[in-house]
């Protein structure tokens, strides 16, 4: 969003005020929602950390400058009316001061965001991979290279076939978690993502029979 993108919002629909909903970035959960003044949305932007107007002290805050549990921004929009804010951020800790997650703790899960989990899987592989810490089995099988991560992908392979055939519905989801997370092992030693597997999925989305 650029300044004036800012100053184009329909401020004088809220008195000054608009609400903004904080969604995770990488797992689309939805965090929480308060309301920005114009000043609050520019700080939000310049500091890269989410800034609010608190209606009922009628001051400026910024998400965490407690806790310490701030709110990295990722990216905000606007929404077809310009009279509502999304924000995606990055949560540094729990987002409620509850201690929860998000502020809406007992809103059940999408599927979409229950696949999403990946994405911190992901995010803790590449932690293994910048610091090898030492009894880490990731960090173990980087190192033995790729190669070994190879072998393991044909061996955690075999095992989901034979799961099909031989196993119950809870060994096959095993088997199957078990080779997915060596598969986001052999991506990220070659500098790639699940990311880049889904637009190579998306690609072949409806351009074939």
Not at 75 to 103: F, M, N, Q, R, Y
Not at 177 to 199: G, I, Q
Request: aromatic residues 4%.
């Amino acid at each position: 969003m650029t300044p004036d993108q800012v100053r184009s919002l329909a401020w004088n629909k809220g008195e000054g005020l608009l609400p903004a909903v904080v969604q995770h970035a990488r797992t689309g959960k939805v965090l929480m929602l308060a309301y920005m003044n114009e000043e609050a949305l520019r700080l939000t932007l310049s500091t890269g950390r989410v800034v609010f107007y608190s209606r009922s002290r009628e001051a400026l805050w910024t998400k965490g400058e407690t806790s310490g549990n701030y709110l990295n921004v990722v990216d905000v929009s606007a929404d077809c009316d310009s009279d509502a804010i999304l924000v995606l951020a990055d949560p540094l800790g729990p987002t409620c001061h509850k201690g929860t997650e998000s502020c809406f703790a007992e809103a059940a899960p999408a599927d979409v965001q229950r696949v999403a989990f990946l994405t911190l899987l992901e995010a803790t592989i590449a932690h293994r991979v910048a610091e090898m810490p030492v009894g880490s089995y990731t960090a173990r099988l980087l190192a033995e290279g790729p190669s070994r991560i190879a072998q393991k992908i044909g061996e955690e392979g075999v095992e989901t076939a034979l799961a099909a055939v031989t196993r119950d519905d809870a060994g096959v989801v095993s088997e199957c978690a078990d080779l997915l997370y060596h598969v986001m092992v052999l991506l990220k030693s070659r500098h790639l993502s699940l990311a880049d597997v889904v637009d190579e999925l998306r690609s072949r989305h409806g351009t074939r029979p």
